[in-house]
């Protein structure tokens, strides 16, 4: 396993990381991997890695400080932008084919601006490292999200969203959330232009308590249905009707966190932003989260 012990070379370096299992950073930053470039912000807490596409959605993955083994930060905060897709590439490569119930270790160093993001990778005994551009970082959206300011929340099983996601026709454009207290009402509704379109409801009713998928289409229809009071649904707070219009094109992009998640969080405040919160446990059972913002189509 990599040394954990400081060397002369670690102490030049304002960030110095060393994990037994790679695999516990690369699934976080796979789950919000839908575009190339990634704002990497580094306090004691942990990292903070933002991936946003056209300003109006943006996913974080929280990797917090004590999944790491060693977690050393020489100053209060730093920042720096680095091509994610590279960063996966050299993380995952020693890919599948390592020895078999081996893991990988990994350590990050980091200089400070204008220096790459050096990692170490060892696996039985075998050690690669990588040198990664870094670049300054640019400023990221600030969806001023507070909880104060949360009108409509509910907590369900990712699967459940996940196969609501993945019925929506690609070919549509907008996707209607729909909250309603009477009755209890979650509805999504996936909009397009022609008869080709399909509309995804789900369906919160308190006689039966029931949580309903239902995709609509021409000449289609198909239906899941799930007791409102199973386990499948942890919470619905909704003290009024709202409805919202979000682009289904960049809905989709959560896709990515649902496949990791064991459960899903979705909230909206009184303009209408959207925040999924999910809620992903590691190989080695630490619990992280991953939070998806989404700005709603005006009208």
């Not at 050299?90 to 390592?98: A, E, H, T, V």
């Not at 992009?253 to 209408?272: F, M, N, Y």
């Amino acid at each position: 396993m990599l040394d954990t012990q400081d060397s002369d070379e670690d102490k030049q370096n304002v960030l110095v990381a060393k994990i037994d299992n790679v695999k516990n950073v690369s699934q976080l930053l796979k789950a919000v991997h839908f575009k190339e470039s990634a704002v990497v912000v580094v306090t004691s807490d942990g990292l903070k890695v933002t991936v946003e596409d056209s300003k109006c959605v943006q996913a974080n993955a929280f990797i917090q400080a004590d999944m790491f083994q060693q977690f050393v930060l020489s100053q209060e905060t730093l920042s720096f932008k680095i091509n994610l897709s590279v960063l996966l590439e050299c993380l995952n490569i020693f890919g599948s084919g390592g020895t078999a119930g081996a893991t990988t270790a990994l350590k990050m160093c980091y200089a400070g601006d204008g220096h790459p993001l050096v990692i170490v990778l060892e696996e039985s005994g075998v050690l690669t490292d990588c040198s990664i551009k870094t670049q300054l970082p640019e400023d990221t959206m600030d969806f001023n999200f507070n909880s104060s300011d949360v009108v409509n929340k509910t907590i369900i099983r990712s699967d459940c969203l996940r196969e609501a996601l993945a019925e929506m026709d690609g070919d549509c454009d907008l996707m209607e959330l729909v909250f309603c207290p009477t009755p209890p009402l979650l509805q999504f509704a996936a909009v397009g232009a022609g008869i080709e379109s399909k509309v995804i409801v789900i369906v919160f009713c308190p006689t039966p308590p029931l949580l309903q998928f239902a995709a609509v289409g021409a000449g289609i229809e198909s239906k899941v249905e799930v007791a409102g009071d199973s386990d499948l649904v942890e919470l619905f707070q909704c003290p009024r009707t709202s409805t919202s219009r979000y682009r289904l094109a960049l809905m989709k992009l959560s896709l990515k966190p649902l496949a990791q998640s064991q459960k899903v969080s979705l909230r909206t405040d009184a303009r209408g932003f959207l925040c999924l919160q999910y809620m992903i446990k590691t190989d080695d059972g630490h619990i992280c989260f991953v939070e998806f913002f989404c700005s709603p189509e005006e009208d």
